[in-house]
């Protein structure tokens, strides 16, 4: 997969993790790659093993020409709803790469509010380097703070769910109540809440 940069023209990829989990956040990473240095690898994180992913991480912030992370809380979440926040945390992603792109390719149907002209991509991730970049971070990223929730709160089995709506999830949350990383507007967490 070549990466679409040419040098002039400086194009970031943005892609989230995390819009379907019950708990924790929603993440968005956004990549400019150097159009000098070619990262062997890039795919959509979905498709690449945990080991794989980590790898590449620390590929991506090392070699790209600039990256950037941004957040989207649970409270966010049930405050704006999770598209809204999936669009204020790839928001934030490129706030933070601190660099001005000339074109913005993003994962999806949608583009965030940002000052340059912006392309959503179905399937973008399988489809441009940026993007597939931009998907590693974010996944790692999430899963990373996930999993040190989990020392906090290992009964909810956060280190291996991530907080998605697995059945052993689902078991905990009845069994001990939402958390403060539970995304109260969802139907599941809402149901526990009335248990």
Not at 23 to 44: Q, S
Not at 84 to 93: D, F, H, I, P, V
Not at 153 to 166: A, E, S, V
Request: hydrophobic letters at 40%.
């Amino acid at each position: 997969m070549p990466n679409i940069n040419s040098g002039t023209d400086l194009i970031a990829g943005i892609d989230e993790a995390g819009r379907g989990p019950l708990a924790g956040p929603v993440v968005a990473g956004c990549v400019m790659l150097d159009p000098g240095v070619l990262i062997e690898g890039l795919a959509d994180s979905k498709k690449l093993t945990a080991k794989k992913r980590a790898f590449l991480y620390h590929e991506i912030k090392s070699k790209a020409y600039a990256w950037g992370i941004g957040y989207a809380t649970a409270d966010e979440i049930d405050e704006i709803n999770i598209h809204q926040a999936t669009l204020l945390a790839m928001q934030r992603a490129y706030i933070t790469m601190q660099k001005e792109a000339t074109h913005v390719y993003v994962d999806g149907l949608h583009c965030p509010t940002i000052q340059v002209p912006c392309t959503a991509v179905v399937k973008g991730d399988q489809l441009i380097a940026e993007i597939s970049a931009a998907s590693i971070l974010a996944k790692v990223s999430r899963d990373t703070e996930m999993e040190a929730h989990h020392i906090e709160l290992p009964h909810y089995g956060f280190n291996q769910h991530k907080g998605y709506p697995t059945a052993k999830h689902i078991a905990a949350l009845q069994e001990y109540g939402p958390c403060k990383l539970h995304r109260k507007s969802y139907k599941p967490v809402k149901d526990a809440m009335t248990v």
